[in-house]
């Protein structure tokens, strides 16, 4: 089993920068993906940015040039956002997904999820 807990949001003003953190616990061998998804009151959540475990990265035509991911290991993943707009204010959600693995027993196709964590963009 995996859990992950998210930090760093917090509120800025349009053109300033947060780094959000992703510290994953349990088994964590068990992880293949992370990412970051964002939800804003009233909208689905969406994809910003994912990165593989051999470091592959995605990220949504909205953030690209300004947000950055990155990952350490196989506990942590960071997503680095640089001149915030006000269309940015949502929760942040940090994310992975599984490999198998035999020991410990990992289980392919499972989907785990942070809390989230709150970012406010102010103009």
């Known amino acids: 089993q995996v859990q992950l807990v998210e930090s760093g949001g917090g509120l800025v003003q349009a053109g300033g920068s947060l780094r959000l953190s992703c510290v994953a616990s349990?088994?964590?061998?068990?992880?293949?993906?992370m990412g970051w998804y964002r939800q804003a009151p009233g909208k689905e959540r969406e994809l910003v940015a994912t990165?593989?475990?051999?470091?592959?990265t995605y990220y949504a035509d909205s953030v690209k040039g300004r947000f950055t991911i990155s990952r350490d290991s196989e506990k942590r993943t960071y997503l680095q956002m640089n001149s915030l707009k006000p269309e940015d204010t949502a929760v942040y959600y940090c994310?992975?997904?599984?490999?198998?693995?035999?020991?410990?027993?990992?289980?392919?196709?499972?989907?785990?999820w942070g809390r989230g964590t709150r970012v406010s963009v102010s103009s």
């Open positions: 994310n992975a997904d599984s490999a198998p693995i035999p020991n410990p027993p990992c289980f392919g196709g499972m989907d785990w």
């Open positions: 349990g088994n964590t061998i068990c992880i293949s993906d």
């Open positions: 990165i593989s475990s051999s470091g592959d």
